[in-house]
């Protein structure tokens, strides 16, 4: 749940191509981080369901990329949105993208 | 993607899912595995695909998309809508919906598998393998079979299984409810005769139970009536002994399939008032954000340092000018508002991310007006590499700029006027020795002629000293107005023949026809127009034209001044002169700030001075190159301008004569003004201190030879002053004729010395015909008014 980065999970799901988990890695984190500016301009908006949406999706593609903590941080970050709860929603945003960048130096690295 | 190695037309699979990451996933193991693979992000999409390339042989979808998701994805391609994709088989996958649960709504939407992502390709590979060759579909229902017969029993377990069915069987009611608890059937077939138990009795205990299974009962009992009771009991069908097989198969997959339209139904409408129920939360609190956004008195923003996005709430137009739009869309930045002088250089010294930071600027709006902002923003942490983004509002500050700014000024005045309060204070005094001395020798009876002038120069000397002393004061705190409906018209001719006298500067004057009145201190604003048309004829050396309007105004409290609505008279005084720089507009009413070499810089800020105390405001704009215009505003009263009666004239003559006792702490004065008063014919007792004038006048009084009047000095550094004596004085003898002095000529007391218990006052420095004046009118008064 809390693991960073689950790169041999992944990696014997994907039967070891590496090239195919390098492009999906690519593809998740350019979507992500569109995905988290899309969330901090829904919340400057007040705009709950849209970061709800951008959560959900941010947490399963997470997960299926063995991203366990940036997972769990995005279902928090969905539940509050929603909730509606746009006080939590600023906290948890900022954990999300706190994981992501762990993420990121752990699939760099 | 196509594998070589396959002879055949590659089969075709389409992949819906709205997450991009998913999508390449399944699309890349699939197309590993030699399938042509379509993806789509979406069903509107996936729907466009299958319409343009044919059915595929495979479906894959997402269940949670945005629009139309995947429950109703697979009910439209269930539906009579679609028969040419009614036998595609699909493929469910899900990343958020797992278990039991979704096995079996997935099957119940007309799915034929399902897999919780994420998951292994080789799982992923099987599934999708099984489903082409179509083999035995992933999900297969389970039946059980409640049959006495065992020959009827095998029979339809025979064709059940073959249709794909998990099957269990059990020939008594016992064994029945063994299975029911064991197995979760989603289908029960149900004989009604069994040996143990009725199968009515059967048929309510499973309809009722929680798995909700469909029931099909069975009897060879002719009876229709009992069609009705099974019915009603729960079961979903009827069917009467004997039957083909293969025909209870087919009403089953009927029975079921409603069934799963119904859950279906049900499932969709809780979705669907889900939906609507956390949109109505989402819309109440987007409307309490919207509300909070609305009513910061700022702009909320969020932007990226490069620019590429940004969000500035509504409020933004109402600042700037400028529509919202155009800073989301890039084609105005924020920066560019800047004034350039305030904006930071380029490269930021690097802030640690989500500390609070405040900057104020100057912001150019788009009508060219100029407005203080106070930003107060957080930079939020970004990885290396992104773009930093800034969160935070915007509030305008100009108002409270303009306030500060205000406030420094007159606190700036405040301190020099206690200062100045405190000078012409010990300057009065001198003077008060100075002139008395002066005519006490003038009046020196056989004085020779030269001394007369010299000593008559030394008054005049001493009396423009106390001019300069009385500016001072006026300047300082302590001058409060004495406010009257004055007439603008005969001021402005006063200032101007004082102002102008000798000087070949010429002034035009235009007033407005029913020009109000003033309420003010006619004294001081005097003074203050003198000063400024001084200033501007000093600004023309070489002579030139002042031009004077005046006209009635009436202000609204969004005027922008800093005035209270109401009436206004606007004096607007104008000159010919170079201007004044704008650099030094702000400087130009501090106190000691001068441009003119002798200038006392004292000129600007005592009028400065004076219209505030009057609630007044006075102003300067300038072109540099073509003059200065200084605007008054004087608070107006609609009445008539009107002079106050004049006070009654004092007696001129009187019997003089009678005890005086005076509090006076500076020896030098006290002195002079015991032989004045001396002089006048008055015994006069001199006390340093209020205490002490209060025991000489208790003992005056026990002795039998009272005072006639007592003289208090307002200020005594260190003792009882005047206003605490006067008051223990008519404790004392509530008839006490005291007189005020003062060498702070403008403090409130001797403007309002009847509020304090005093008849009479003698500003410092007095002269001698002065205080005889004022000595017989007190004296003669008190003798006239009744006890």
């Excluded at chain 1, 929603?89 to 999300?96: C, N, P, S």
């Excluded at chain 2, 069908?237 to 209870?248: V, W």
């Excluded at chain 2, 087919?250 to 119904?262: G, M, N, P, T, Y």
């Excluded at chain 2, 989402?282 to 969000?311: C, H, K, M």
Aim: glycine residues 8%; aromatic residues 6%.
């Amino acid at each position: 749940m809390t693991e960073i980065f689950r790169r041999h999970e992944v990696l014997e799901r994907l039967e070891g191509d590496e090239d195919l988990l390098r492009e999906l890695v690519d593809l998740f984190l350019s979507q992500s981080w569109i995905q988290i500016g899309e969330m901090k301009a829904a919340l400057a908006a007040g705009d709950a369901a849209s970061v709800w949406h951008q959560a959900h999706s941010l947490k399963g593609a997470a997960a299926g990329l063995g991203a366990g903590a940036l997972s769990f941080q995005a279902a928090r970050l969905e539940k509050a949105g929603k909730e509606g709860d746009l006080e939590a929603v600023g906290a948890l945003l900022q954990a999300v993208q706190e994981e992501l960048s762990r993420f990121q130096q752990a699939v760099t690295s | 993607m196509v594998n070589p190695a396959t002879p055949v037309s590659p089969r075709k699979v389409v992949v819906v899912n709205d997450d991009p990451v998913q999508l390449r996933l399944l699309a890349a193991i699939l197309g590993k595995e030699g399938l042509q693979v379509g993806g789509a992000a979406g069903v509107p999409e996936a729907l466009a695909l299958m319409e343009q390339e044919g059915p595929p042989d495979l479906l894959v979808t997402d269940l949670h998309m945005p629009g139309i998701d995947g429950w109703r994805f697979c009910r439209l391609l269930r539906s009579a809508e679609y028969p040419a994709y009614r036998h595609i088989p699909i493929l469910v996958v899900s990343a958020t919906f797992a278990g039991v649960d979704a096995r079996e709504i997935t099957r119940d939407l007309g799915a034929d598998a399902f897999l919780s992502l994420p998951c292994s390709a080789a799982e992923l590979k099987a599934v999708v393998h099984s489903l082409l060759s179509g083999r035995t579909p992933t999900i297969r229902p389970r039946v059980l079979i409640v049959e006495d017969s065992p020959t009827l029993s095998r029979l339809l377990e025979r064709t059940f299984r073959e249709s794909g069915y998990q099957v269990r069987t059990a020939l008594t009611g016992a064994e029945a409810r063994h299975q029911w608890e064991d197995f979760s059937p989603e289908l029960i077939i149900l004989d009604y005769h069994l040996p143990d138990v009725a199968g009515d009795r059967l048929l309510q205990e499973f309809a009722t139970g929680k798995t909700f299974p469909a029931i099909i009962m069975i009897t060879t009992d002719t009876d229709p009536s009992l069609a009705m009771h099974f019915l009603r009991m729960g079961a979903d069908a009827y069917l009467r002994k004997p039957f083909d097989p293969r025909y209870l198969v087919e009403l089953s997959f009927k029975v079921r399939r409603e069934r799963a339209l119904l859950r279906v139904e049900d499932i969709l409408e809780a979705r669907t008032r889900e939906l609507q129920e956390s949109q109505a939360r989402l819309r109440e609190s987007e409307e309490r954000y919207r509300l909070l956004v609305e009513n910061i008195p700022g702009v909320v923003f969020t932007r990226q340092a490069d620019g590429a996005l940004a969000f500035y709430d509504a409020k933004i137009e109402a600042l700037t000018g400028y529509p919202q739009e155009d800073f989301h869309l890039g084609r105005r930045s924020w920066e560019d508002l800047i004034l350039p002088e305030d904006r930071e250089p380029a490269l930021l010294p690097a802030l640690p991310a989500g500390q609070p930071r405040v900057r104020e600027y100057r912001i150019r709006t788009r009508s060219g007006e100029v407005r203080w902002i106070q930003e107060r923003s957080q930079l939020l942490s970004e990885p290396e590499g992104q773009p930093l983004t800034v969160q935070g509002i915007l509030f305008d500050i100009t108002e409270r700029k303009r306030q500060e700014e205000e406030r420094l000024k007159l606190d700036k005045l405040e301190a020099l006027g206690i200062l100045a309060g405190g000078i012409a204070h010990d300057f009065n005094n001198l003077l008060t020795a100075l002139v008395g001395n002066v005519t006490l020798v003038s009046l020196t009876p056989g004085l020779p002629a030269a001394a007369q002038q010299s000593l008559a120069a030394a008054e005049q000397a001493c009396l423009r000293a106390q001019g300069l002393a009385q500016q001072l004061l006026t300047f300082a705190k302590g001058g409060t107005p004495v406010k009257q409906a004055t007439g603008v018209a005969p001021l402005l001719n006063e200032a101007l023949t004082l102002a102008l006298a000798g000087s070949s500067s010429r002034a035009h004057v235009h007033l407005a026809p029913d020009l109000w009145a003033a309420d003010v201190d006619p004294g001081q604003i005097r003074q203050a127009l003198q000063d400024i048309l001084i200033n501007a004829h000093q600004a023309m050396p070489g002579g030139g034209l002042i031009t004077i309007t005046a006209d009635n105004l009436r202000l609204t409290a969004d005027a922008g001044l800093p005035l209270a609505p109401g009436p206004y008279v606007r004096v607007a005084i104008s000159d010919q002169g170079p201007g004044i720089d704008p650099a030094l507009l702000g400087k130009i009413f501090d106190p000691y700030f001068t441009t003119k070499s002798g200038g006392s810089g004292l000129g600007l800020a005592t009028a400065f001075s004076i219209l505030q105390k009057h609630g007044g405001y006075l102003t300067a704009s300038s072109t540099p190159g073509e003059g200065a215009t200084f605007t008054l505003y004087l608070p107006a009263v609609l009445t008539a301008a009107a002079h106050r009666p004049p006070a009654p004239a004092a007696p001129t003559s009187g019997p003089p004569g009678g005890r005086l006792l005076l509090l006076e702490d500076d020896p030098q004065v006290a002195d002079v003004a015991r032989r004045m008063l001396e002089h006048l014919g008055y015994q006069v007792e001199c006390v340093p201190e209020g205490g002490q004038a209060l025991t000489a006048y208790r003992q005056a009084q026990t002795r039998g030879s009272p005072f006639d009047a007592v003289i208090l000095d307002l200020t005594v550094p260190g003792g009882m002053g005047g206003k605490e004596a006067v008051e223990k004085l008519r404790e004392l003898d509530p008839r006490v004729v005291a007189i005020v002095t003062s060498g702070y000529a403008e403090d409130p007391i001797l403007t309002h010395y009847e509020r304090y218990g005093f008849r009479g006052v003698l500003k410092k420095p007095y002269r001698v015909q002065e205080m005889a004046n004022l000595l017989r009118r007190v004296l003669h008064r008190d003798e006239a008014a009744p006890a």
